[in-house]
């Protein structure tokens, strides 16, 4: 007999998404993804000004502020047919990565790895003998016996006085935990770290962007920051190093510790290699561009199908219109009026609620396509995309965590196993480890280019009379972010935002194809269908932001009719 659960609000993500999960001898036979909440963002901009929107959209999220408001200046400058000074481009990149260095962190250690790690298991631990096992992995010199004790230490002062705090609301003793003691202690060691190493790659977000989260400096046509070297109120020798040192010690993290835990915990859950894979059409877009017009990147983008590698198709530039014209969203089963699939220059966001109806509508998140079909967005989707194109930095990378993690689990792992779970976790680290080096060549560039007496910031431009459309995307934290926006003398008609989280939470379509989520957990296991932690591993590997996904907290304030946290 099969048996639904709903998960109603699943919690450490932004937002609010429900769950439903039919599940049947022991596995997930059906499953449903819902947006619990409306935000209408889109509409707030009808009618502004166009210069205006990157402020506006970064109010989007909690999250990913940074995010949408490159994403919306971009899309304003493709519209206006503009190219930016190439500092400008160097600082929006440097920008980029560090936030994004922040936002990959934060995922794996604070909202993910207690669905993998036992904290109250770690009290059983060795610390000498979790130091030595971290010091044969890693040259990191956080691992020493000192600060291993250190933090068990920490840790059973937290139980005695039962408070456990950020750690309380756990499933500490479920089955499906299998770490040793020792790695427990050693990732509850890593997750305190984490909390420290996110900060300093924010601060080079807060250096360049002036304050964040909701950074200042942007401007539709370049940056704000006045460049000169001798200038203590400008951008200068002194703020530069200090960026670079930031970057040098997230690097370091990154490439010294979340790496090796990624590939230890993949190597310890190898059971859990052949489920969560899904949907297997990826789509990334290029980032990082290292010219002024958007040609050249430092990060590939494309599309694959159906898994096949060998039939990658580049997408090519700020201006690609295989990007632009195949771009859709469908409120077939979404809380909108009408079921059209549109294209986003097309669209309209007239919210209609009716209830949840499994065979109806059933969330507030539009369900994106490429081409009619659903597409996997996000860290795999890139560094697939990446290693079929042959890029090297993200091959290098992937290589160095399959053979960690194959040398730990005894076995020879091949990319495939990344279609899973696990694989979006790992591809999340490889990301985080190719843009701990980019963020260190765009700081070098920008010097460089400062260097050669280059201090242009900002392209002038003017409105057009009549109308203009632009679309700009960039390869946010959580995957392809698209802007869309149609002008007319000078005030924005039409703003769509088209977002990671959307592509992968969205709903079924007018043909009932699922979206990523849905699709993913089909199959997966369930020991406990009261604590269903196996559905939590398969969605927070996506890294959920639903804030993002629907873009005003439903205004009638309706309250829920189950809310379980978990
Ligand atoms: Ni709200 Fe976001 C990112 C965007 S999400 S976190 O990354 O855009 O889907
Ligand atoms: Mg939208």
Known sequence: MSKRIVIDPITRIEGHLRIDVEVEGGAVRDAWSSGQMWRGIETILKGRDPRDAWL?????????????????????????????????????????????????????????????????SALKADPDKTAALAESLSAWPRNSKHEMRAVKAKLAEFVERGQLGIFANGYWGHPAMKLPPEVNLLAVAHYLQALEYQKIANQVVTLLGSKTPNIQNLAVGGVANAINLDNPATLNMDKLYKIKGLLEQAAAFVQQVYLIDLAAVAAMYADWLPYGKGVTNYLAVPDLPLDRAGKVFDLPGGTIFNGDL??????????????????????????????????????????????????????????????GKPMQVGPLAQVLVGYALGHEPIKRWADVVLETAGSLAKAKLSPAILHSTLGRHAARGIRAAVMSELALKHWQLLVENIGKGDIEIFTPWQYPRGEIRGFGFHEAPRGTLSHWVVIRDGKIANYQAVVPSTWNAGPRDGKGQKGPYEASLVGNPVADAERPLEVLRTVHSFDPCLACAIHTVDPTGRELSRVRTL
């Open 56 to 120: 506006f959209t970064q109010r989007i999220c909690g999250v990913c502020t940074t995010v949408h408001a490159i994403t919306s200046v971009r899309a304003v400058e493709n519209a206006l047919g503009i190219e930016i000074p190439l500092n400008a481009q160097l600082i929006r990149n440097i920008i980029i990565a560090a936030h994004c260095l922040h936002d990959h962190i934060v995922h794996f250690y604070q909202l993910s790895a207690l669905d993998w790690v036992d904290v109250v």
């Open 310 to 371: 060998g039939a990658v198709k580049e997408i090519k530039s700020f201006d690609d219109p295989y990007f632009r014209d195949n771009v859709s969203e469908s409120i077939a089963r979404a809380w909108y009026d009408g079921d059209w699939d549109r294209h986003p220059w097309e669209e309209d966001t007239i919210p209609r609620y009716t209830d949840f109806d499994p065979n109806g509508k059933y969330s507030w998140v539009k369900a994106p396509r490429f081409q």
